[in-house]
């Protein structure tokens, strides 16, 4: 009979197969769990069918994961409503005419629209559409445009509402509230150091190039009007979640009622991009969903083998310091980063990293903190595992709508903004106090 140790490790190298043959990530982690289940039962399937019933229905009747449809329908009104046009002209027009501030206004843009879309790959998609024509126009460097764009992009998974977030608050049963809270300040540092990389590059590469016009204030205030309910829909949908009059599920639908209606009030959005916006939402949640599912009985495929317990009591006897233990981990994800999406690397290595971390001794944290801080840090390493060359998602969609712009010329382009995102997580690593401030 095969031992569990060893089940686990079949059920992961079939799992890594099935995704190098680029299987979709749900059914690769569905197809594993359940040969962890017919090996450890020799064959026989009813439990399997045991646990697949149960699982689903506990799963999903969890009512925290009703606020993810909500979010996803939230940001796909901003995108079909023609939001991000507004958030890029109103940053434009108050700070395009400085060196770089085409360049910076688009990163402001990707951070407003983050909060309202959630989404890396959508922001990254939506304000290459917007931002690069623009960027061309007034001269501005493919490598510095290009890389803006892209790492701008990866603010839509850490500046709250952030999907990847709610998944990980589910599966460590930790509070979505004190997570979204936890990433407020690095989400601005994250914005920071973007700003200034672009103003440096800028300095450096566009001397000649000559700037935008500057806008007066009229015009500044009308684009601060444009954007004004933006503001106030994101503003309504915090205050009602840390005011404590809505919940998160009941912020989320009344975030995601408002975008629609601002949306079709200035936006335009008509019955197509009504359409659009619920189908996007299905396809989206669905697959979410799916992928959830397939992580769940992976998850308790390896734990009836007991693989993620066997790991950890290993790291912790093999005599590595913790932040040896977790510069490995935050590797791992940065190699995954280059062939995975964020929420699939959340699902898949979260139940056996998590375990891992809470046993080490980290900065003399506690459970509740350490889980906090261990989700922001997770995620800030997922975020540069989507614009790591060659393989970085983000590269690729932004080289897409980059006409005449080769990958290597992207990849290089997003060299400054990597080396300001390892800067800021050596900080938010080694001063956990910045991402658990706000829950004081």
């Known amino acids: 009979m095969i031992g569990g140790l060893e089940v686990g490790a079949i059920a992961l190298g079939v799992l890594l197969v099935m995704l190098g043959c680029r299987w979709h990530v749900g059914v690769a982690m569905l197809l594993a769990g359940a040969l962890c289940y017919w090996l450890v039962n020799d064959g026989d399937t009813r439990a399997l069918l045991f646990t697949l019933n149960n699982l689903v229905y506990a799963r999903f009747s969890s009512y925290d994961l009703a606020v993810i449809p909500m979010f996803v329908l939230m940001g796909q009104f901003a995108i079909h409503g023609g939001l991000s046009k507004a958030l890029f002209r109103a940053s434009a027009s108050w700070i395009g005419h400085w060196r770089g501030g ?20 959508a922001t990254a998609t939506t304000m290459s559409q917007v931002a690069l024509p623009e960027l061309a126009r007034y001269h501005y460097g493919k490598r510095l445009a290009t890389g803006t764009i892209a790492a701008a992009g990866t603010l839509g998974i850490l500046i709250p509402p952030s999907v990847p977030l709610i998944v990980y608050a589910v599966l460590t049963q930790e509070s979505i509230a004190a997570l979204f809270m936890a990433a407020i300040l ?70 995601a009622a408002a975008c629609g209606l601002y949306a079709v009030w200035r936006g335009g959005m008509r019955w197509q991009g009504v359409y659009r916006s619920l189908a996007g939402t299905a396809e989206a ?8 599912v397939g992580a769940d009985l992976l998850n308790s495929g390896l734990a009836l083998g007991q693989l993620p317990t066997a790991l950890a009591e290993w790291i912790m006897g093999s005599g590595l310091a913790p932040l ?8 791992i994800y940065l190699l995954l980063g280059c062939v995975m ?8 290595t979260i139940p056996i990293f998590y375990p891992i971390i809470l046993e080490l001794d980290l ?40 006409h005449g712009t080769s990958l290597a010329t992207v990849s290089r382009g997003i060299l400054p903004f990597i080396g300001a995102d390892m800067v800021r997580i050596a900080i938010v690593v080694l001063v956990p106090a910045l991402s658990l401030v706000c829950l004081d």
């Open 363 to 402: 900065f003399g944290l506690d459970a509740t903190a350490k889980s906090i801080w261990f989700g922001i840090v997770a995620l800030m390493v997922v975020e540069i595992g989507l614009i790591t060359p060659p393989m970085g998602m983000n590269l690729f969609i932004v080289q897409k709508y980059s």
């Open 341 to 348: 999406d964020s929420l699939s690397m959340i699902l898949l």
């Open 186 to 255: 690095p989400g601005l540092l994250a914005v920071a150091g973007y700003l200034v990389v672009i103003r440096i590059v800028a300095t450096r590469t566009m001397r000649d190039v000559e700037r935008a016009p500057r806008h007066g204030w009229g015009e500044r205030l009308a684009s601060l009007g444009d954007i004004a309910p933006i503001l106030v829909i994101f503003a309504v949908v915090i205050y009602g979640l840390y005011g404590g009059w809505a919940n998160l599920t009941e912020a989320a639908s009344i975030g």
């Open 324 to 331: 040896t233990v977790l510069l490995i981990i935050l590797l």
């Open 285 to 292: 949640t669905a697959m979410i969903y799916l992928v959830v």
């Open 102 to 121: 085409l360049a910076m206004s688009a990163a402001g843009a990707c951070a407003g629209f983050g909060a309202i879309c959630g989404s890396s790959l």
